[in-house]
T-cell receptor
Framework: AQSVTQLDSHVSVSEGTPVLLRCNYS??????LFWYVQHPNKGLQLLLK??????LVKGINGFEAEFKKSETSFHLTKPSAHMSDAAEYFC???????????????FGKGTKLSVKP | DSGVTQTPKHLITATGQRVTLRCSPR?????VYWYQQSLDQGLQFLIH???????AKGNILERFSAQQFPDLHSELNLSSLELGDSALYFC??????????????FGEGSRLTVL
């Protein structure tokens, strides 16, 4: 079965320093992978998605992620953190490629990003 | 603002009761998805409707049911509520049926507290 593992439940960085949020996936097929962000008391918003095109995916707000099949990873990065980046980030795999129900997104446990001034 | 509207935002009720959560998708979106977010289970897919028809079921309890109406809004009905049903319930919508073909637009959720 497909799954995602977010390696850190909490990451703390200083404003202006790089951000790295780690995600590993498990899949027998080429997966569709996503990163979603959830700000406090808000719904989830798509940051970026990988669907077997370019392995380096650029998203909103300066975030990007690189799909590495050999490492089964899809880490999220940003060169310089901003205070407004403080939120919870979810790595997500779609079950739709595996005969699973379309729309069935499998979420990681989330990584809470704190940004210190 | 995602364009997905959920009501109520907060709901407090007692065990054994029944509640209905409502979702209005973005204009033009035919697919509606329901997700549950709890501290112990994280975010879990419950059910998916497309243009009024059920398309997929996830980890949805038999005490829970949903429907999508002709105007495309959806309702999630939770009955015989238990303490463990306390969670944030999200609705999401998309134009098409496949999550991997496009993004899902999430509402801000309905927070249910069962006392």
């Amino acid at each position: 079965a497909q799954s995602v593992t977010q390696l850190d439940s909490h990451v703390s960085v200083s404003e202006g320093t790089p951000v790295l949020l780690r995600c590993n996936y498990s899949s027998s097929y080429s997966p569709s992978l996503f990163w979603y962000v959830q700000h406090p008391n808000k719904g989830l918003q798509l940051l970026l998605k990988y669907t077997s095109a370019a392995t380096l995916v650029k998203g909103i707000n300066g975030f990007e992620a690189e799909f590495k099949k050999s490492e089964t990873s899809f880490h999220l990065t940003k060169p310089s953190a901003h205070m407004s980046d403080a939120a919870e980030y979810f790595c997500v795999v779609s079950a739709a490629n595996y005969g699973g129900s379309q729309g069935n997104l499998i979420f990681g446990k989330g990584t809470k990003l704190s940004v210190k001034p | 603002d995602s364009g997905v509207t959920q009501t109520p935002k907060h709901l407090i009720t007692a065990t054994g009761q029944r509640v209905t959560l409502r979702c209005s998708p973005r204009s033009g979106d035919l697919s509606v998805y329901w997700y549950q977010q709890s501290l112990d289970q994280g975010l879990q897919f419950l059910i998916h409707y497309y243009n009024g028809e059920e398309r997929a079921k996830g980890n949805i309890l038999e005490r829970f049911s949903a429907q999508q109406f002709p105007d495309l809004h959806s309702e999630l009905n939770l009955s015989s509520l238990e303490l463990g049903d306390s969670a944030l319930y999200f609705c999401a919508s998309s134009v098409r049926t496949g999550a991997n073909t496009g993004e899902l637009f999430f509402g801000e959720g309905s927070r249910l507290t069962v006392l």
